[in-house]
């Protein structure tokens, strides 16, 4: 356990609808980084949040965005949903500042399915 | 942008060793990661290289050739709950970000 936690576990939209997933950080973890991990692959870096602001992304488009709260809890929004962005959504929270190795721990994610 | 290269698929004997390997083209290098997904379920952190040698953690050691662009997973005295996918993932050096960027995983398969 990382005591990261997702929701929902799973979830079916339709193409064109919006979606928004939702993430709860390790305690003391200020930062929280989002991946899109399709089947069969590895995990796909979305964007990273720190201190409520967006401090890097991959390469997904801006209907992908997020939000981080004081309490270091944070969303990802997805926008016009498509076929292809059937996914699991894995968040993982780390601690930027002193600790070196700023391992990333994940949360359980979510399955979602688009159609 | 990174390229990170490992075997997709790898087969093993219960109580044996298995050399799982990584290779990376990068255009920085902050840390190499190793983590275990069990199908269905989310990665969990193995080990972190960042310098150079063998990092040793029980039944796990990983070692990284920074010079080489190469890393493995060393498992021994493999059991059945081994079986699972092993993910290398490379920090890059650049920027404020710390985005990992990972391989497409190795599917390891331990028999009896």
């Known amino acids: 356990e990382t005591g990261v936690t997702q929701s929902p576990t799973h979830l079916i939209k339709t193409r064109g609808q919006q979606v928004t997933l939702r993430c709860s950080s390790q305690s003391g973890h200020n930062t929280v980084s989002w991946y899109q991990q399709a089947l069969g692959q590895g995990p796909q870096f979305i964007f990273q949040?720190?201190?409520?602001?967006?401090?890097g992304r991959g390469n997904f488009p801006p209907r992908f965005s997020g939000l981080q709260f004081p309490n270091y809890s944070s969303e990802l929004n997805v926008n016009a949903l498509e076929l292809d962005d059937s996914a699991l959504y894995l968040c993982?929270?780390?601690?930027?500042?002193?600790?070196?190795?700023?391992?990333?721990?994940f949360g359980p994610g979510t399955r979602l399915l688009v159609l | 942008g990174q390229n990170i290269d490992q075997p997709t698929e790898m087969t093993a004997t219960e109580g044996a060793i298995v050399q799982i390997n990584c290779t990376y083209q990068t255009s920085g290098f902050n840390g190499l990661f190793w983590y275990q997904q069990h199908a269905g379920e989310a990665p969990t952190f193995l080990s972190y290289?960042?310098?150079?040698g063998l990092e040793e953690k029980g039944r796990f050691s990983s070692f990284l050739s920074r010079s080489k662009g190469y890393s493995y997973l060393l498992l021994k005295e493999l059991q059945m709950k081994d079986s699972a996918s092993y993910l290398c993932a490379v920090r890059d050096s650049g920027g404020g970000a710390d985005g990992l960027t990972f391989g497409k995983g190795t599917h390891l398969i331990i028999q009896p």
């Open positions: 993982a929270s780390s601690l930027a500042g002193w600790e070196v190795s700023k391992t990333q721990y």
């Open positions: 290289n960042v310098l150079d």
């Open positions: 949040y720190y201190r409520e602001e967006e401090n």
